[in-house]
C-alpha cells in the first residue's frame, strides 16, 4: 500500500510561530517536498474556542505569542451548507478549524505531493496510507484526525481513499512479529475514580471483544479471538500474565493519569505502572497493538499551558518500539467506547488492517453519534513508521499456510533456499524457514555493512502451502527500507520496490541499498 509520510516542526530559530511541513516518505522519487509556514491566529483562536466547547482538560495553548488577546467572532459562515440549511455552532466550528488545518498543511508542493501519490495508489486499486508526525509536542493535542479539504468532503480520517494515523520516526526498530491468525487479547480492567462495577464491565467489553456484530460472525474468514481478563491487577500479575501468553493486543480499560513517561495507569488499588515500564515488557513479549480506554492516553502532560515533550503514554510506547497504540485524546463515556471497540474488534477479526479497522469504527461512531459531536474525533491511532498495520493474516494467506510442524518431517519434504553473492569471493547466506531479516545492524540474519543499507532493510519469507496434497513452499521479499532502496532485476532492467511484497523464483536478482550495491542471488535449492 502506497504511502505519504508527513512531519512537521516549529523552526525555532526563526520565530515562536514559524514551522516546516515537509514529506518524510513518499510512493515516488520526486515527492520529498518541503515548505515553511507561520502558524496562523485565526486558527489558535479556533483552537480555544474547540477546548473551551468540548475539551475537558486544561487549556494548551500553542505559543504564548500565537494566542489571541482580544478574539474576534470567527468567520465561521463559510462552512454553511449552500443550501441554507441551519446547522449548530459545534457543527460549523468542527467544519472550520477542520478546514483551516487542512488549508495550513496541504498547500503547495505539499498539497502537489498528496494528490500524486493519492494518484498513484488510486491507480494500483488501493488506498494512500497517510501517516502525520507532530514533532511540536504542543501541536500534539489538536484534533488533526478532523482535517477536512472543504464542505461537503469527509474529514481525512474518514475517507474511503486515505488510511490516516499518526506516527514518530524518533523510535526504536521494531521487535520480531509473529504470524498469527487469531487474536489473543488481554483486557485489563484497573482502578476506576467512579467506581464502577469492574466485574459488570469486564462481562460487557470481553462480549464485545470476542464476539463483534452478528453479521460479521457468520463471515467465514472472521478469524477466532480469545480474551483473557485482569481485574485490578498488580504490575507483577500483569507483566507476568503478558509474559506467559503469546498476546497480540493490550486493552486496558480504568484511570490514567498524564504526566512525563508517558503518564501513570491505575492497576490495583495504590499501584500505578508507568508508559516507560509498560513499553518494556510489550515489547520484548510481542504484543502488536495496545488499545488504552482511558483518561487522556494521547494527551501530552502540560506545564502552565505548554506540553511536555514526548510525555503522552501513545508517543511513549511508539518511540519504544511497539507497533501500533491506540488511545483516546480527551475523555470518551462508556457507550460511546462499546460502540467504538465493537466496531473496531469485528474489523480486526474479519483480518483488516489496524489502520483500516479504527476507520470503520471511528465511521460508526460518526453515524452513531453525529458528525458535530466529538466522538469519533476521539480515537487516536499511532503506527511505528514500519509497521504495515497487519495484526493477523488476511484469510487467503491464512488458509493455506503451514506451520512446519503441521506435518511430520515437513521440512525435510520442502526445498531449502539462499542468497548467493555475485562478487568475486562473496559469501552464500541460507535463509531461514520463516523470515530471513536482512540490514546494516547484527541484529539482522544477513548483516550487509554498507552505509546505504538501513538498518533493517528487507525480509525473506518462506510460506507452506498445499497445492493439492503436495506441500510447496513458497518465497516473498519485503522491502522494509528507509527510503525504498530494494531492487529486483526484472526483464526491463532494475526495478525498484517500496514497502512492497514481491514473489521470488529461483534465479532472480536483488539488491540492497544503492543501485551500485553488490548484486545477490535467488537460489531455491533442487530447481
Request: net charge negative; with cysteine; proline share 7%.
Amino acid at each position: 500500500m502506497p504511502s505519504l509520510n508527513l512531519a512537521i516542526a516549529r523552526l525555532v530559530n526563526t520565530g515562536t510561530d514559524s514551522f516546516a511541513i515537509w514529506v518524510v516518505n513518499a510512493p515516488y522519487p520526486s515527492g520529498y517536498v518541503l515548505r515553511d509556514c507561520v502558524w496562523l491566529p485565526h486558527l489558535s483562536q479556533a483552537w480555544l474556542e474547540w477546548q473551551q466547547m468540548f475539551a475537558e482538560h486544561s487549556r494548551l495553548e500553542i505559543s504564548p505569542k500565537a494566542t489571541p488577546k482580544a478574539a474576534n467572532p470567527l468567520p465561521l459562515d463559510f462552512v454553511v451548507p449552500t443550501s441554507g440549511q441551519t446547522t449548530s455552532y459545534s457543527s460549523r466550528l468542527m467544519q472550520y478549524l477542520g478546514i483551516s488545518l487542512w488549508n495550513w498543511v496541504f498547500d503547495g508542493q505539499i498539497l502537489n505531493s498528496f494528490e500524486r501519490s493519492r494518484g498513484i495508489a488510486m491507480g494500483q486499486h488501493t488506498r494512500l496510507r497517510v501517516l502525520l508526525e507532530i514533532r511540536d509536542p504542543d501541536l500534539i493535542a489538536l484534533p488533526w484526525e478532523i482535517m477536512q479539504r472543504e464542505p461537503g468532503q469527509s474529514a481525512i480520517s474518514l475517507s474511503q481513499h486515505i488510511l490516516f494515523s499518526r506516527t514518530t520516526s524518533e523510535v526504536e526498530p521494531l521487535p520480531y512479529l509473529r504470524s498469527e491468525q487469531a487474536l489473543n487479547i488481554l483486557l485489563v480492567l484497573g482502578e476506576d475514580q467512579q467506581r464502577l462495577q469492574l466485574e459488570e464491565e469486564a462481562a460487557i467489553l470481553e462480549q464485545t471483544l470476542s464476539n463483534g456484530s452478528l453479521v460479521a460472525s457468520s463471515y467465514n474468514g472472521y478469524a477466532p479471538c480469545m480474551v483473557t481478563t485482569l481485574l485490578q491487577p498488580t504490575p507483577q500479575e500483569l507483566i507476568q500474565q503478558l509474559e506467559t501468553k503469546a498476546y497480540n493486543v493490550l486493552f486496558y480499560a480504568g484511570h490514567g493519569q498524564k504526566g512525563p513517561d508517558g503518564g501513570l495507569l491505575f492497576l490495583a488499588a495504590g499501584m500505578t505502572l508507568n508508559g516507560m515500564e509498560l513499553a518494556q515488557v510489550l515489547t520484548h513479549t510481542g504484543v502488536k497493538l495496545a488499545v488504552f480506554n482511558s483518561c487522556w492516553g494521547a494527551q501530552p502532560a502540560a506545564i502552565a499551558h505548554q506540553a511536555m515533550p514526548h510525555s503522552s503514554l501513545a508517543e511513549v510506547l511508539i518511540r519504544q518500539g511497539v507497533p501500533a497504540v491506540l488511545a483516546m485524546r480527551d475523555e470518551i463515556a462508556p457507550h460511546e467506547s462499546h460502540t467504538f471497540i465493537q466496531a473496531f474488534a469485528a474489523a480486526l477479526r474479519s483480518r483488516k488492517p489496524i489502520d483500516e479497522a479504527v476507520a470503520e469504527a471511528r465511521q460508526k461512531l460518526l453515524t452513531t453519534y453525529r458528525f458535530n459531536q466529538p466522538a469519533w474525533t476521539l480515537p487516536i491511532l499511532y503506527l511505528h513508521p514500519d509497521y504495515n498495520g497487519e495484526l493477523i493474516k488476511s484469510f487467503d494467506e491464512g488458509i493455506t499456510e503451514l506451520p512446519e510442524t503441521s506435518i511430520p518431517g515437513i521440512a525435510s519434504m520442502l526445498p531449502n533456499a539462499c542468497l548467493r553473492s555475485l562478487s568475486p569471493g562473496g559469501r552464500t547466506w541460507s535463509l531461514r524457514p520463516g523470515v530471513t531479516r536482512i540490514g546494516r545492524t547484527a541484529d539482522n540474519d544477513i548483516v550487509l555493512p554498507e552505509p546505504s543499507v538501513s538498518k533493517r532493510h528487507a525480509e525473506i519469507l518462506s510460506r507452506n502451502t498445499l497445492t493439492g496434497s503436495t506441500p510447496v513452499r513458497t518465497y516473498y521479499l519485503q522491502d522494509l527500507s528507509t527510503y525504498g532502496t530494494t531492487w529486483v532485476l526484472l526483464a526491463n532492467g532494475w526495478q525498484q520496490i517500496h514497502r512492497q511484497e514481491v514473489p521470488l523464483q529461483s534465479g532472480m536478482q536483488l539488491k540492497f541499498g544503492s543501485t551500485k550495491s553488490q548484486p545477490w542471488e535467488f537460489i531455491i535449492d533442487n530447481v
